[in-house]
Structure formats: C-alpha cells, structure tokens
C-alpha cells in the first residue's frame, strides 16, 4: 500500500509541474539564478536556470518555455545578441523575453532602441517584483 501511495503522490507532483508556467533563465552569476529561482517558484512558477546561454539555447530547442529572463551582459553575449538569436524560433508574440540588469544608469533611448531591434519584450532592474514576474507570462 505504501509502494501505491508513492507512487500516486509522484504522479500528482507530475502533474501539478506540467500544468505550471515554466520560465528559462540564463545569467552568469548564481547568486542571480537562486534569487530568480526562489521569486519564480514563489509566483507559482517554474524555472530552469543556466549559466551558459549555449546551454540554454539548447534546451529552448527542445521545448518552448512560457517566458525567457536574462541578464543584459553575459560572458560571451549580451541579452539582446541572444534575443536575436532566440527570435528566430520564438517570435516576440509568442515567448516574451525580458532581459535584467543591475546598471542603473543606462541610456533609456539606446536601450529602446536596442530592445526594439532585438525582439526584448521588456526591461526590468535586478531583483524584478513578482508582480512583474506574473506579468511577463501570458495566461493560458
């Protein structure tokens, strides 16, 4: 009976993770996934989180997340070098893409500019609100 109960508690837990909105998050400091970990989660979410945009391109070609968040500068790119490259699987309609930065004194117009030409749905600063993270997933 307990092998049963297992069983049906895994199957439950299954179920009640694919029925959640689930959010890719690429960022080259660790400190920035567990914080964006721990606001996803606690907006009733899900997340996968990698260091490497390479890794995270990769699984974006193995399924369609409900939302993409990186930061603006990575190792090797910026957000809006992989916003360009992720636009050709996903269109702007489709995935947002919200790139993060803890810069405070960027030029607003360069950056729209820049968000425009890449297919970045949106800016936000570093730790972003989780009422700013429910709004970044379209309802289903």
Known sequence: ???TAKKYYDIKQ??????KKHLVVISSCEAV????N???CSS???ASLFTSPQDAFEALLAGRPDAILCDLFMHDLTGFDFAREIRDLYPVEEVPLI???RQKDLDNKTLSR???KSGVNAMCEFP???SQIKSWVRPA
């Open 44 to 46: 009733g979410y899900t």
């Open 99 to 101: 790139v993060s930065t």
């Open 38 to 40: 721990k606001l996803i």
């Open 1 to 3: 009976l307990k092998s």
């Open 128 to 130: 972003a609100k989780t």
């Open 114 to 116: 820049a968000m425009e």
């Open 14 to 19: 299954k179920r009640e993770q694919e029925d």
């Open 33 to 36: 996934l567990n914080t964006y």
